[in-house]
């Protein structure tokens, strides 16, 4: 079993939509890292969380330490927001990915 | 301020042949970490370097294997080339005050390595 497993692993929604993406872990943390990916391959980092929620305009994301378990949440969904969405966690000194999430936003 | 920067972009090699891979990291964070992205995976952990001194090391075999410069700046080095090393390498730092990764990683373009 993956200590990193994500869900769906692709996603297809139309524009306008609420999108979920959900990220369970095995072993404790001591963070937590939500990343975007896009084609080509850059990534950037969207939210860094050890506890509770955090929100960055459309972006939310919460995590559940005693579940183990972290979500991503996009509102108003818009087709820019379509890439891949990693989910990694820190266990000491390196992050361990998900497989990720590929969303696609129709207009 | 200038991010992750990392060279070359783009990369072709033959089996059996050596890598050198470089990443600077954005000014004042002392921390590097390489990663492997195999194409349609998520990306693997190689190595994180803090404060010069190797710190975690990933599944990875000795042909793997990398420094850190007193300047922060960083290379990883793979030898003896394999077919299955053709991947996107992928630098990160960040301003951790340790090596437990608890801040944000800065990620920089990667490297695409291609090994015919």
């Known amino acids: 079993k993956n200590e990193v497993e994500q869900s769906p692993q692709n996603l297809t929604a139309q524009e306008g939509e609420f999108i979920t993406i959900n990220c369970s872990y095995s072993?404790?943390?001591?963070?937590l890292h939500w990343l975007q990916q896009h084609p080509g391959g850059g990534i950037v980092s969207l939210f860094m969380?050890?506890?509770g929620k955090k929100k960055h305009g459309r972006l939310i994301a919460t995590i559940n330490i005693q579940e183990k378990h972290s979500s991503l949440h996009i509102t108003a969904s818009h087709p820019r927001d379509s890439a891949v969405y990693i989910c990694?966690?820190?266990?000491?000194?390196?992050?361990?990915f998900g497989t990720g999430t590929r969303l696609t936003i129709i207009p | 301020d200038a991010g992750v920067t990392q060279s070359p972009t783009h990369l072709i090699k033959t089996r059996g042949q050596q890598v050198t891979l470089r990443c600077s990291p954005i000014?004042?964070?002392?921390?590097v970490s390489w990663y492997q992205q195999v194409l349609g995976q998520g990306p693997q952990f190689i190595f994180q370097?803090?404060?010069?001194?190797?710190?975690g090391r990933g599944n990875f075999p000795d042909r793997f294997s990398a420094r850190q410069f007193p300047n922060y700046s960083s290379e990883l080095n793979v030898n003896a080339l394999l077919l299955g090393d053709s991947a996107l390498y992928l630098c990160?730092?960040?301003?951790?005050?340790?090596?437990?990764?608890?801040?944000?990683?800065?990620f920089g373009p990667g490297t695409r390595l291609t090994v015919t």
């Open positions: 990160a730092s960040s301003l951790n005050q340790g090596f437990l990764l608890t801040y944000e990683q800065y």
């Open positions: 072993v404790g943390i001591s963070a």
């Open positions: 969380l050890s506890s």
């Open positions: 990694a966690v820190a266990l000491g000194e390196k992050l361990t």
């Open positions: 000014s004042g964070h002392k921390s």
């Open positions: 370097y803090y404060e010069k001194e190797e710190r």
